[in-house]
C-alpha cells in the first residue's frame, strides 16, 4: 500500500435522507464516523458495504485515507487502521 493506492473499506450503510444516498459509517482510530454517501461510491460484496478511500499518508500501524461524500466530524480524511482497508 502506498500514497494514491485505492482502497476498499468495510462501512455500516442505513437508508439516507434522499434518494440515491446512504448514512454510512465507519470505524478510524479516533471512533466511529459516520455522514452521506451517494450511492454509486458504495461496492457491495458478499461481505457487505464498503466506501473507497484514496490513500494520503501509510504510516507503521495505521493509513490515512480521503473519502467522498459528506461527512459530520471530518472533511473526508480519516485515519484507519491498516488492516481494515484493502485494495480497490
Known amino acids: 500500500m502506498k500514497r494514491g493506492s485505492n482502497v476498499r473499506i468495510k ?3 442505513k437508508p439516507g435522507p434522499f434518494a440515491g444516498e446512504r448514512l454510512v459509517a465507519f470505524e478510524t482510530l ?3 464516523i459516520a455522514g452521506i454517501l451517494p450511492d454509486r461510491d458504495l461496492m457491495t460484496d458478499q461481505s457487505g458495504y464498503f466506501l ?3 490513500v494520503q ?5 495505521s493509513i490515512t485515507v480521503r473519502v467522498p461524500g459528506s461527512f459530520f466530524t471530518t ?3 480519516a485515519v484507519i487502521q491498516r488492516d481494515t482497508a484493502m485494495a480497490a
Request: hydrophobic letters at 30%; glycine letters at 24%; a negative charge.
Open 52 to 54: 473507497h478511500g484514496v
Open 75 to 77: 472533511n473526508g480524511i
Open 30 to 32: 479516533e471512533g466511529l
Open 11 to 13: 462501512c455500516q450503510v
Open 57 to 61: 499518508h501509510v504510516g507503521p500501524q
